[in-house]
């Protein structure tokens, strides 16, 4: 679990990085949830915007957090920022603040 300072922190990484994934028509399918979960498995911290089922960006965030196992750090707009730890330490990591 995050805490809100943590939230900020990702909030202001994110700020400055590219959308990697977009929500289209198509909806939540398993394609894209496997899309997402690479991508987070690759950068840790993944944008992804709504571009249709904007009315259930919240739903539909908090079940694809939980389809990939990561967290959602916020929703700004039609923008959902997700957050999953890297395990792998060859990897590089997003190093939070403790509080």
């Not at 990939?68 to 792998?88: C, H, M, P, W």
């Amino acid at each position: 679990m995050l805490t809100s300072v943590q939230r900020s922190y990702l909030g202001a990484l994110a700020s400055k990085e590219p959308v990697l994934v977009q929500l289209g028509k198509a909806g939540a399918s398993d394609a894209m949830v496997a899309q997402l979960k690479a991508l987070l498995e690759r950068h840790e911290l993944v944008k992804l915007k709504f571009m249709d089922f904007k009315g259930e960006k919240r739903e539909i965030s908090e079940k694809l957090a939980a389809s990939t196992g990561s967290e959602l750090v916020r929703i700004l707009g039609n923008t959902a920022i997700f957050y999953k730890f890297q395990s792998d330490p060859g990897k590089p990591h997003i190093l939070l603040p403790a509080d």
